[in-house]
């Protein structure tokens, strides 16, 4: 048999996706965001080796397209996710068959896996792009969910009309969508950080952003090009009795676009933010019952005392600074592990500290002709000076088109230089509404105290903080339509001497793409 495409459906992992986890043996994206069929990993594959077999081994019905892509500037990407049922690939790339089977077993000396059906499936080269999962705070309690692929996605709407308050856990990129998403529902979020979305803002952009999360929303909701393929009759029910852990499609990055996310009450926002505090406990209600703790009020005003609740509820949170909230259920948003684990026994795998499976400059594990990318790889090669690993979509499906071109390289005997996304971290998304641009080193990470931070900041409008060293930008946050990012991104590459040009970099009142035209 040829060569095998194997791809997670998790966050950006695939040939390139993201999500927030699944469990399957594994998963499946593919890319379809220009019609040339080197835009798609499968598709270069397919092309490439057109007498050869690819195998897309996926534990969903759908796959996940990457459509409307665009290049903002060298590095920076958009592009839009949806779903679709496997048959587009097939019927594009006659070389291409989609099995629709989770992994029960790897046997990398013997260069094949095992489907759960018991069947073994030989291949020359495999690449493993099965995500992360997500970290639950309590497994198997009815009142915690993770959000993790479209169906618990769907779960979670359902459960929220009939809430009157919900606990949001978390910090990063699906809970700062959640709390500003959510409407007609109390909303009390805890944090272990002193200030929201620790992993993408410093201090200050979570202070700009606060103003935003907590007045009313005034602007409509935008319509999302990306469709939904919903799974019907038989092949639902199939999936309803599998573990819940190996089935559903990836979330994309606007994977809240198309759920309506409204409690059962009338208003707007109502949130409540917990800053440096954990989970300590979660109590039934017939068990705090028991307990005769106390739980508090919604904290509506901030200026008045909080009383004891009298209100009964389903489930109760005690946080780690002793305070206690009843609630409908909670939301454990607490970041994802890669999962590697339906691929260790038997494999002697080397994995990085974060879990995830070690890959060199070419996408190559530990273990021959196995290559991974997304979520579930870590990246283990020298990187550049402006360039860090994060579990992003932008990332996981930059990492699986390098990994298939890698495989196509290899299977000719030569090897492939290093993509250029890989040169400068680069990343484009939305909170609150404000477009949200992450360039290079942009909370100075790794940089010690060698290095200054430059601000403009105009209340509701924008945000720009770039990070300096020994005079060269290392790294920049835009919030807002500063269209700066195209500029900054050169700078950044570049390595200019800016030293001389002080405060006028970010003075409003110069054009500043002039100096650098």
Known sequence: MGGMLRSGLLEPSVPGLRGPGQTAGVGSACLTGKPEPSQIPGGMLAVTFPEEDILLVTASPVIKAVTNFKQVSKVLEEFDVEEQPSTVLENRFPNIKVIESGVRQLKSEEHCIVTEDGRQHVYKKLCLCAGAKPKLICEGNPYVLGIRDTDSAQEFQKQLTKAKRIMIVGNGGIALELVYEI?????????????IGNTFFDAGAAEFLISKLMSEKSEPKIAHRRTIYTVEGARKENRTKAKVENVGSALGPDWHGDLDLKGTEEFSHSIHIETKCEVKKIYLQEEFKIMKKKPLTFPKDQHKSVTVDKEVWPVY????????????????????????????????????????LKVDDQMRTSLPDIYAAGDICTACWQPSPVWQQMRLWTQARQMGWYAAKCMAAAGLGQSSDMDFSFELFAHVTKFFNYKVVLLGKYNAQG???????????????????????????????????????????????????????????????????DYFD
């Open 183 to 195: 409407e007609g529902c109390e909303v009390i979020w805890a944090i272990k950080d002193k200030a």
């Open 317 to 356: 949170v005690e946080l780690t600074n002793g305070k206690i909230y009843g609630c409908d259920f909670l939301v454990s948003a607490t970041g994802v592990t890669p999962n590697v684990h339906p691929f260790l026994h038997g494999n002697n795998f080397d994995l990085g500290e974060d879990g995830g």
């Open 447 to 513: 940089l010690g105290s060698d290095h200054e931070l430059m601000l403009r900041c105009t209340r509701g409008q924008e945000y720009v903080k770039v990070v300096m060293q020994n005079g060269r930008m290392m790294g920049a946050v835009l919030i807002g339509e500063t269209d700066l990012e195209e500029t900054f991104e050169n700078l950044i590459l570049n390595q200019m001497d800016l030293s001389s040009y002080g405060e006028d970099l970010l003075d409003p009142d110069i054009d500043i793409e």
